[in-house]
């Protein structure tokens, strides 16, 4: 393990990642954020915005030329050809982004630790699994909800139809199956302050413990 450990953070859409990052963040750790990076790949005039609206045309566009990221949205989850087409397009120029981003936190990070200590690394990725991106980090953490919870959180986020936010849900990797690839996973089914408590004891008593020689704030 690396003085810097690298925690691949997943889930399910509306599982409560960006949340768990957050939480995590205030705890000290360093954040890559991969959707934060999929938002700035796409920016107008980008090389991956040319490839986006050659394929899927002007009628996603805002009047600014920015990419309308709620009709691209609503077109990639109710057709699996077209979301795949369009992962096709990002995924590379996201990749590329995270791979640079994380060895830019390395870098930094064990200068740092030689005055002070390592941090660990959470690399806040949706698409971890579908990404193939599991190789850059060290080990994985899925949160996850319950299908109810999840339709309940979109349509109270998005304002979408019941039927519309299960075929968001459905249109994912299914739960189960990240979880069976998972080193720790978190059920986020209950109140905020609950996840916290969750979030917290992982950070505190598994995760910190696998930064090697080096202190850390909690030891």
Same mark, same amino acid.
């Given at each position: 393990?690396?003085?810097?450990?690298?925690?691949?953070?997943?889930?399910?859409?509306?599982?409560?990642?960006?949340?768990?990052?957050?939480?995590?963040?205030?705890?000290?750790?360093?954040?890559?954020?991969?959707?934060?990076?999929?938002?700035?790949?796409?920016?107008?005039?980008?090389?991956?915005?040319?490839?986006?609206?050659?394929?899927?045309?002007?009628?996603?566009?805002?009047?600014?030329?920015?990419?309308?990221?709620?009709?691209?949205?609503?077109?990639?989850?109710?057709?699996?050809?077209?979301?795949?087409?369009?992962?096709?397009?990002?995924?590379?120029?996201?990749?590329?982004?995270? =791979?640079?981003?994380?060895?830019?936190? @390395?870098? %930094? #990070?064990? +200068?740092?630790?030689?005055?002070?200590? *390592? &941090?660990? /690394?959470?690399?806040?990725?949706?698409?971890?699994?579908?990404?193939?991106?599991?190789?850059?980090?060290?080990?994985?953490?899925?949160?996850?909800?319950?299908?109810?919870?999840?339709?309940?959180?979109?349509?109270? =986020?998005?304002?979408?139809?019941?039927? @519309?936010? %299960? #075929?968001? +849900?459905?249109?994912?990797?299914?739960? *189960? &199956?990240? /979880?069976?690839?998972?080193?720790?996973?978190?059920?986020?089914?209950?109140?905020?302050?609950?996840?916290?408590?969750?979030?917290?004891?992982?950070?505190?008593?598994?995760?910190?413990?696998?930064?090697?020689?080096?202190?850390?704030?909690?030891?």
């Amino acid at each position: 393990m690396s003085k810097n450990t690298v925690i691949g953070l997943t889930g399910g859409i509306a599982t409560g990642k960006s949340t768990a990052a957050k939480i995590f963040k205030k705890l000290g750790c360093k954040i890559v954020d991969a959707d934060a990076i999929a938002h700035k790949i796409i920016k107008h005039n980008t090389s991956a915005y040319r490839k986006i609206t050659a394929y899927f045309g002007k009628d996603i566009l805002e009047k600014n030329r920015e990419i309308n990221r709620s009709k691209l949205a609503s077109i990639i989850f109710s057709n699996k050809n077209k979301r795949l087409k369009l992962n096709a397009i990002t995924h590379p120029y996201i990749i590329k982004e995270i =791979k640079k981003q994380i060895k830019n936190l @390395k870098c %930094k #990070l064990n +200068v740092a630790a030689k005055r002070s200590f *390592a &941090k660990i /690394i959470i690399l806040d990725a949706p698409l971890l699994f579908e990404a193939k991106i599991t190789l850059l980090v060290d080990k994985i953490l899925v949160i996850a909800s319950n299908e109810e919870a999840q339709i309940k959180r979109l349509i109270k =986020k998005y304002n979408l139809s019941p039927d @519309k936010a %299960k #075929l968001r +849900v459905k249109s994912q990797m299914p739960l *189960a &199956k990240k /979880i069976k690839y998972a080193d720790y996973v978190i059920n986020n089914n209950a109140k905020l302050t609950d996840l916290r408590k969750k979030v917290k004891n992982l950070y505190l008593h598994t995760l910190s413990p696998l930064i090697k020689g080096v202190g850390h704030p909690f030891k």
